[in-house]
């Protein structure tokens, strides 16, 4: 069993900048891939970033590509989003996921959910 929280939400200005943590409980994080996906009110959950074990592959969603970026701290049990020059668009709830496995793109094969993290860019 993992245990998911994630934190660092709140308010930013367009071009400002936040650092979501998730941090996990277990001892094995390190051999889970973990996944960032956000979903904006009305819309669809939708893949931000992901990770694997270890943390030697990346993949990001053309939307954040360059802007934001995702790294591991397997002895503190914990992933990082580091999103710089946010945007209105960036505007939703942020949730982290783990999985044993590939690093998916798909929400559904990830067996573990954080509670999410309001992220909201507003001037």
């Known amino acids: 069993q993992v245990q998911l929280v994630e934190s660092g939400g709140g308010l930013v200005q367009p071009g400002g900048s936040l650092r979501l943590s998730c941090a996990a409980s277990?001892?094995?994080?390190?051999?889970?891939?973990v996944g960032w996906f956000r979903q904006a009110p009305g819309k669809e959950r939708e893949i931000v970033t992901t990770i694997t074990s270890g943390g030697g592959s990346q993949y990001y969603a053309d939307s954040v590509k360059g802007r934001f970026t995702i790294s591991r701290d397997d002895a503190k049990n914990t992933v990082y989003l580091q999103m710089n020059s946010l945007k209105p668009e960036d505007t939703a709830v942020y949730y982290c996921?783990?999985?044993?496995?590939?690093?998916?793109?798909?929400?559904?094969?990830?067996?573990?959910w954080g509670q999410g993290t309001q992220v909201t860019v507003s001037s």
């Open positions: 996921a783990a999985r044993a496995g590939y690093a998916a793109r798909a929400g559904y094969v990830y067996d573990y």
């Open positions: 277990g001892r094995t994080f390190g051999l889970y891939a």
